[in-house]
């Protein structure tokens, strides 16, 4: 267990509809970042928070967005979803504002758009 | 634009050998640099990781050399064991401002007994 919990771990919905997947970081860590694995592609970076507000964000979708709450929990909601939208997506959160010493990941959210 | 390169998509070694996997990045901003591995329905977890002012960095098993005029790095495993097959992942971060790690695509380690 590496203290970052993902939720739900499978998730099955057709096009057009609309999901949250839900981060836990790590205990004290303050910096959460979600990531994009689809078939045969690299971890493509999706956005940052750090301390609940947004740090950096990458090639993110406009209909995709995400926040982190008080409680340092994070959501990525997917709208309007699209077959290629399928993909495992990762979080992974840091102690600190950077991730020069390393993320601690999740084990992900496999999405299904069917 | 891919800016870290695994040209590997797979590499199959025999247990005791050495493996090197390897890795290429353009950003001559990037300053840091990590490896992940990753197993089957599994997050990826940190290996070790290189700052751009050394060339070497060891860890047990595993060497991470970094070639900065060539803009390449590898990870040596030896001697490698079955535990280590496993997906890799090479990850840069740039000391410009952006903080996110930018990631190869991963090369598949199959160690075979």
């Known amino acids: 267990d590496s203290g970052v919990t993902q939720t739900p771990k499978h998730l099955i919905t057709a096009t057009g509809q609309r999901v949250t997947l839900r981060c836990s970081p790590r205990?004290?860590?303050?910096?959460v970042y979600w990531y994009q694995q689809s078939l045969d592609q690299g971890l493509q970076f999706l956005i940052q928070y750090y301390n609940g507000e947004e740090r950096a964000k990458g090639n993110i979708l406009e209909r995709f967005s995400a926040q982190q709450f008080p409680d340092l929990h994070s959501e990525l909601n997917l709208s309007s979803l699209e077959l290629g939208d399928s993909a495992l997506y990762f979080c992974?959160?840091?102690?600190?504002?950077?991730?020069?010493?390393?993320?601690?990941f999740g084990s992900g959210t496999r999405l299904t758009v069917v | 634009d891919q800016q870290v390169k695994q040209n590997s998509p797979s590499l199959s070694v025999q247990e005791g050998r050495i493996s090197i996997l390897n890795c290429d990045y353009t950003n001559s901003m990037f300053d840091y640099f990590l490896w992940y591995k990753k197993y089957p329905a599994e997050g990826p977890t940190f290996l070790i990781s290189?700052?751009?002012?050394?060339d070497k960095n060891e860890d047990g098993r595993f060497t991470v050399f970094l070639n900065k005029s060539a803009k390449h790095l590898s990870l040596h495993i030896v001697p490698s064991q079955p535990g280590d097959s496993a997906v890799y992942f090479c990850a840069a971060r740039s000391n410009f401002g952006n903080e996110k790690l930018t990631f190869g695509t991963g090369t598949r380690l199959t160690i075979i007994p």
């Open positions: 205990s004290g860590d303050l910096s």
């Open positions: 992974a959160s840091s102690p600190q504002l950077t991730g020069q010493y390393g993320y601690t």
């Open positions: 290189i700052s751009s002012i050394k």
